[in-house]
């Protein structure tokens, strides 16, 4: 019987608003052939939310402001050099977005991009990040003005 490694990560949705619709940053890896969200492994000493921030700081180049927790998705995979069984589990935040440029993504991102809600939706590459950016966008339209 093969055990698995427990791995746990963050990430966010960061988001802004132009014209009254949900904008957020998707990051482009593997060559620019995956579309996803930001997220990395916490690091010693850190908390899920400050490791989360900091995570979409270093891959897609933005500040943002915590706005809500997202929940938890989870996955397995097999690392293709070490053959290391993982059992992941990322958590999720939303974020304000307060400043940045994604033309200042980190090196391991091939690209980091703003789209339109709906079209993210669409572009994101994994079933379970599109769940989480449902869940960001009915948290979004629960915001009052002046949150959002």
């Given at each position: ?19 009254g ?26 908390k ?20 809500a927790d ?6 397995w ?72």
């Amino acid at each position: 019987m093969t055990r698995a490694t427990v791995q746990r990560s963050v990430g966010g949705v960061i988001y802004r608003e132009r014209e009254g619709e949900m904008w957020v940053v998707l990051i482009a890896t593997r060559g620019g052939k995956t579309w996803g969200l930001p997220k990395g492994l916490i690091e010693k000493g850190e908390k899920p939310l400050e490791a989360a921030v900091r995570e979409v700081r270093e891959e897609a180049g933005l500040q943002g402001d915590p706005v809500a927790d997202l929940g938890h998705i989870e996955y397995w995979y097999r690392d293709s050099k070490s053959k290391v069984l993982y059992h992941k589990f990322v958590q999720y935040y939303l974020l304000n977005y307060v400043g940045g440029d994604v033309a200042d993504h980190g090196w391991e991102v091939d690209e980091a991009r703003w789209f339109p809600v709906g079209d993210a939706l669409e572009t994101v590459s994994y079933e379970n990040e599109r769940e989480v950016l449902s869940s960001a966008q009915e948290r979004w339209r629960g915001l009052s003005p002046r949150d959002a």
